[in-house]
Structures are given as structure tokens and as C-alpha cells.
């Protein structure tokens, strides 16, 4: 028989034919994400699991689901998943690290500039009916002459200052570890600490992962912190920013404009998430620039991750060390 590999989401029809010469394959054919007792109903008796951002694999589901082996996560963040729990009981888990970097910094530089000119407010402005030709209105920030203070220098800040090099802003970065030279000399980078960094920059862009230190990165104290009337722009995780400071940072005027593409209440692992986007933000047009959490939705890109979560699930199931491996079971698991 051949093992059995459940998908909680829809996927590339590339994808279940890679996986189908091998596995029996479960689809989610529909849209939607599958709740957790119709995932659990499927994967009782699977041997492995591809995930994605609103599943989460906790000791619970993993007694739940005896006989599985590998948890093919098709993303780069994974703190909504148990990895002790998943070594303890013999279950590999694996992620995609790396191709999420480049859409993710161009969707960022896409909200900043949307945000800073109004582009959203000039489409419903010619939508509406009301533009009959040129008039001075909707006046902007641009970005030349001006301060972008990006907060983590990984994979994905790198990716946004190395495109925004040619931009001829100052560019700020607050990190624990520096840059090598050469890339600071080349993308015009200025290492400073944080306070220094939410102090002089006219945009703020956050790019950390969720943790316990991140939790609230940006709350009250560091908006009150930064220039008055700057923007801040967060499409790393919701929880780094506490949106009900950001309500009253934007009624205050101390932020000129919020734009993001993650919220709070997709964090489904934390207890005490909120369930809702603030209504103060939905309400604000002029001054926020929202997108549903499409950092990696370039066609090309998810079907390169879908594909890479399923290489490592057959990587996994042939016996072999995932190529995403991110840890090592006690003891593999016999189907």
C-alpha cells in the first residue's frame, strides 16, 4: 500500500501529481482552510502531512495521528507547531525557508509606496466619478531625500534594502549582528540602535520573527519613540505590532499611516490573540493599506514551495533526511 499524505489546503495540480506516483494523496480541493477535527478525521491513519500558515501540530494531534512521519510545512515561520513534540514522537518536520524572501520584500516596498501616495484613495477617487482631469489633491510622501529604518536584517531586509538602494534615501538598520561591510557600503546602510533608528526614520519597517521578545515590538512606547507623522509598515508577523496602540497613534497623529499584510489574529498560537482586526483600523481608509496576507502569492512562488514541502514529505517517507529538516526524531516511525 502506499503511504497515505494528507494536504490541509489547496495546492498546484503539479504538486499531487509529484506526490501521487508515490502516496495516496488526500486533497483539500476546496478554498478554505480545513478545521482542525475534519484535518485530524483525515490524517488518523496518514503517514504524513503537508500544513500550512493556519494549521498548527501540537502533542495532542500527534497522538491523534499515530502512524505519521513526516509534517511537510509549506512555509518559513513555524511556531504554531510543537517541533519537541514532533521529535519526541519520531515525526520529522520540515519547512521552506527561503523562497518567501523576494515577494515578501516586493509586496513591501509595494505598500509603502501605495501607503506614501495615496494610491488606494486615487483609485476610489476615479472609481467614483470624480476626477475630470488633473487638480492638485491627494499630495503624498515620496521617498527620495527621505529615512527608511528597516528592524531586522535577515533574508527578507536584506531584500528590501538591496532594492531600495537605488532610491537615494538614508537607510537605517537596527540589528544584534552586523552586516558584513561591503553589503552596508553597497545598499548605503547605517547600522544604529533601535531608539536611534525609530527616532530619525520617516518609515519603519519591522522584519522579525514572532516570539516572546517580539510580542508588541512596536507598541505604545516605541510609537511614541518615533517621528511624528512617520509611517510604519509591518508584513513580517501581526503580533510584532500592537494595533490597538497603532489606533491611537493614527487618531493622535504621531503615525501618518499604517500598511500591512499580517494581523494579530492570525497568530493562531498565541492564547490571547485577538479575533478580529481592530474596527478603528477597517474604518480608516486614508490612513491604513491592508492586503490578506499575500507576502508569497506570486503563482510561480507557491508552486515552487508547494513543491519544495513535497520533496522533503518524499524525502522523509523514502527514508532519507529532508532537505528542510528542522529537526531530528528520536526515533523513526514504521508505517
Given at each position: ?5 494528507v494536504l490541509t489546503?489547496r495546492?498546484?495540480a503539479?504538486?499531487i501529481?509529484?506526490?501521487a ?5 488526500i ?8 478545521p ?7 490524517t488518523?491513519d ?5 500544513t500550512?500558515m493556519?494549521d498548527?501540530v ?8 499515530p502512524?505519521l ?5 509549506a ?7 510543537d517541533?519537541d ?11 521552506v525557508?527561503?523562497l518567501l524572501?523576494i515577494?515578501?520584500a516586493?509586496?513591501?516596498?509595494g505598500l509603502l509606496i ?5 494610491v488606494?484613495a486615487g483609485d476610489r477617487f476615479?472609481?467614483?466619478?470624480q476626477?475630470?482631469g488633473w ?11 527621505k529615512?527608511l ?9 536584506q531584500a528590501?534594502a ?8 538614508r537607510?537605517l538598520?537596527?540589528?544584534p ?6 553589503k ?6 547605517e547600522?544604529?540602535?533601535l531608539?536611534t533608528l525609530?527616532?530619525a ?6 522584519m ?6 517580539t ?9 511614541a519613540q518615533?517621528?511624528?507623522g512617520?509611517?510604519?509598515i ?5 503580533s510584532v505590532?500592537d494595533?490597538q ?7 493622535s497623529g ?5 500598511a500591512?499584510d499580517v ?6 498560537a498565541?492564547?490571547?490573540r485577538p479575533?478580529?482586526?481592530?474596527q ?12 490578506p496576507?499575500?507576502?508569497s502569492?506570486?503563482?510561480s512562488v ?8 513535497a ?7 523514502r527514508?532519507?533526511?529532508?532537505q528542510g529538516?528542522?529537526?531530528?526524531p528520536?526515533?523513526?516511525k514504521?508505517?
Open positions: 500500500m502506499k503511504p497515505k499524505v489546503h495546492v498546484h503539479e504538486v501529481e509529484l506526490l506516483a508515490y502516496c495516496e494523496v486533497p483539500n480541493t476546496t478554498h478554505e482552510s480545513l482542525r477535527d475534519a484535518i485530524l478525521q483525515r488518523k496518514a503517514e504524513a502531512i503537508m500550512f493556519p498548527s501540537d502533542e495532542a494531534f500527534l497522538r491523534a495521528c502512524r512521519r513526516v509534517v511537510g510545512c512555509l518559513k515561520g513555524y511556531d504554531n507547531y517541533v513534540a514532533c521529535t519526541r514522537h519520531g515525526v520529522w518536520i520540515t519547512n525557508p527561503d524572501t515577494p515578501t516586493e509586496l513591501t516596498i501605495g501607503l506614501t501616495r495615496n488606494l476615479v472609481r467614483g466619478g476626477f475630470n487638480r492638485p489633491a491627494l499630495y503624498g510622501a515620496g521617498l527620495t531625500g529615512t529604518g528597516i528592524i531586522g536584517m535577515g533574508a527578507v531586509g528590501i538591496q532594492r531600495l538602494a537605488g532610491y537615494e534615501m537607510m538598520y537596527a540589528d549582528l552586523a552586516l558584513p561591510r561591503e552596508e557600503t553597497q545598499w548605503n546602510l547600522r544604529v540602535e531608539a525609530l527616532a526614520s520617516d518609515f519603519v519597517v519591522p522579525v520573527p514572532y516570539g516572546d521578545e510580542l508588541h515590538m512596536i507598541g505604545a512606547g516605541a510609537l518615533m517621528k511624528m512617520a509611517y510604519l509591518n508584513t513580517c508577523r501581526g505590532v494595533e496602540a497603532v489606533v491611537e497613534a493614527l487618531a504621531r503615525l501618518a499611516g499604517y500591512a494581523f494579530e489574529m492570525e497568530e493562531w498565541r492564547p490571547n479575533h478580529a482586526i481592530p478603528a483600523l477597517l474604518e480608516d481608509p486614508e490612513h491604513t493599506l491592508f492586503t496576507h499575500i507576502g502569492a506570486v503563482d507557491r508552486l515552487e514551495i508547494e513543491l519544495e514541502a520533496r522533503n514529505i518524499l524525502q522523509a517517507l527514508g532519507e533526511t529532508p529538516a528542522i529537526n531530528r528520536q526515533a523513526r514504521i508505517a
